[in-house]
T-cell receptor, first 111, second 114 residues
Framework: LAKTTQPISMDSYEGQEVNITCSHN???????ITWYQQFPSQGPRFIIQ???TKVTNEVASLFIPADRKSSTLSLPRVSLSDTAVYYC????????????FGTGTRLTIIP | DADVTQTPRNRITKTGKRIMLECSQT?????MYWYRQDPGLGLRLIYY???????NKGEISDGYSVSRQAQAKFSLSLESAIPNQTALYFC?????????????FGAGTRLSVL
């Protein structure tokens, strides 16, 4: 099974860069890696998606090494509003239609 | 995401009652999903639908049923609600033609079964 492992929780101070690493040892050749953010009592929100090397958008960067067995979400200069749960997802077997959400990483930003 | 609307936002019901949670979307997506989330846990897939005539069970479909009335509407029913179905329920959509299954979620329905 394409399973992901990420830290349960992380703390960081405002203004710091935060890196959350996810391992996905059994990722399939065609699978993309997707990260979502979830605030309390809200639905998850798409942050970024990538296949290899580096992807950057207005919110975050995603670094994927050549073997694609892990990925790192990088949030630059975090603020209190970045306190949330972050999920790393790769598709479950059978294609890209289904996603399995683990428990994610609970990121707490400290003033 | 305002493009994915769930109703009601909150619901309290009693054990044994039949209830329906509704989801509608204006994104024009063909795929729709229902998830539940329990406190401190991730989301678990209940049912998903790739088009109006396609319904598939997820990992925890027992005790639930769904109806895809139109491309834009996907409802979830609890035939006989029980207390351990108390949870936060999310509807999501995705576009098979677009990027790799990026899902867009509604604001959720908080259900309490007494």
């Amino acid at each position: 099974l394409a399973k992901t492992t990420q830290p349960i929780s992380m703390d960081s101070y405002e203004g710091q860069e935060v890196n959350i690493t996810c391992s996905h040892n059994n990722i399939a050749t065609n699978d993309y890696i997707t990260w979502y953010q979830q605030f309390p009592s809200q639905g998850p929100r798409f942050i970024i998606q990538g296949y290899k090397t580096k992807v950057t958008n207005e919110v975050a960067s995603l670094f994927i090494p050549a073997d694609r067995k892990s990925s790192t979400l990088s949030l630059p200069r975090v603020s209190l509003s970045d306190t949330a749960v972050y999920y790393c997802l790769v598709p479950t077997p059978g294609g890209n239609e289904k996603l399995t959400f683990g428990t994610g990483t609970r990121l707490t930003i400290i003033p | 995401d305002a493009d994915v609307t769930q109703t009601p936002r909150n619901r309290i019901t009693k054990t044994g009652k039949r209830i329906m949670l509704e989801c509608s979307q204006t994104k024009g997506h063909d795929r729709m999903y229902w998830y539940r989330q329990d406190p401190g846990l991730g989301l678990r897939l209940i049912y998903y639908s790739f088009d109006v005539k396609d319904i598939n069970k997820g990992e925890i479909s027992d005790g639930y049923s769904v109806s895809r009335q139109a491309q834009a509407k996907f409802s979830l029913s609890l035939e006989s609600a029980i207390p351990n179905q108390t949870a936060l329920y999310f509807c999501a959509t995705s576009d098979a033609r677009g990027a790799k299954n990026i899902q867009y979620f509604g604001a959720g329905t908080r259900l309490s079964v007494l």
